[in-house]
């Protein structure tokens, strides 16, 4: 389960429409809350994602539908992530004029311990977004229950 705060959530929405028609990518922190459990039930956690840093997509070619994150970008996140107290728990990026589901590029290029969020921009607005698990065989994507700030969903 994954949680977007209202001050997070603006800016991914604000550079997923800047970057329209090119897909933006880029990287979300924060921490990892124990949940309390129902009884019997196996307890879970909730990410809670209070920081959205944009990235430089640096892929060399069409970037309307796809994205390449620069690895020393996301080490220098994860750095500053670690000094301000929080961790890298996931990665975003757009789908500019297509759903939000995750491609077989999008799993090519995952990592099993992300979450990965889709936000959706048809015709340069926000319209939708998932969240999804990929895998460490990179063969298969689960989707993650995503919460977002109400105001923005449709
Ligand atoms: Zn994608």
Redesign the pocket.
């Known amino acids: 389960m994954i949680r977007i705060t209202d001050e997070a959530w603006q800016v991914m929405v604000e550079h997923a429409q800047r970057q329209y028609p090119d897909?933006c990518c880029g990287a979300m922190l924060g921490v990892v809350r124990p949940e309390a459990a129902q009884p019997g039930a196996e307890p879970t956690s909730v990410k809670v994602i209070s920081r959205a840093v944009p990235l430089v997509n640096t892929y060399q070619g069409e970037q309307a539908?796809r994205?390449e994150i620069n690895p020393m970008d996301l080490l220098k996140t994860d750095r500053e992530a670690r000094a301000a107290g929080l961790e890298l728990i996931g990665i975003y990026?757009s789908?500019p004029d297509c759903d939000a589901y995750?491609?077989k590029?999008?799993l090519e290029n995952s990592c099993p311990w992300y979450s990965f969020v889709?936000l959706s921009i048809q015709q340069g607005v926000f319209h939708h977004a998932n969240s999804f698990l990929p895998n460490a065989e990179q063969t298969h994507a689960e989707p993650e229950p995503l919460f977002i700030p109400s105001s923005t969903t449709h």
């Open positions: 897909e539908d994205y990026h789908h995750f491609s590029t999008d889709v």
